[in-house]
Nanobody, 118 residues
């Protein structure tokens, strides 16, 4: 059974960088054709795709966040991470990591609340 677990600070100050890590168990992040995704949900709004890192190590981002987002991976620890720079209160959301395969999100983490505030 694949499990994903997000970790990182719950509070980030405006203009700082948000850093989250997703630890994956039960499957390798380098296995072919899996895309390891970050998705967020601001309060009272729908889900928003942030980006993903492919099994190849290539990363892809939402156009609206591309200038501030960076997704990387640590294959030795089977983790992938999100960094979002210059955060503002609008970046407050529950952040999820998930595995994407053949167009469907098969597995999700439980989500972690990140609040941007002084």
């Amino acid at each position: 059974q694949v499990q994903l677990q997000e970790s990182g600070p719950g509070l980030v100050q405006p203009s700082q960088t948000l850093s989250l890590t997703c630890t994956v168990s039960g499957g390798s992040i380098t296995t072919n054709y899996y895309y390891w995704s970050w998705i967020r949900q601001p309060p009272g709004k729908g889900l928003e795709w942030v980006g993903y890192i492919a099994y190849t190590g290539s990363a892809y981002y939402s156009p609206s966040l591309k200038s501030r987002a960076s997704i990387s991976r640590d294959t030795s620890n089977n983790q992938f991470s999100l960094q979002l720079s210059s955060v503002a209160p609008e970046d407050t959301a529950v952040y999820y990591c998930a595995r994407l395969f053949a167009g469907a999100y098969e597995y999700w983490g439980q989500g972690t609340q990140v609040t941007v505030s002084k």
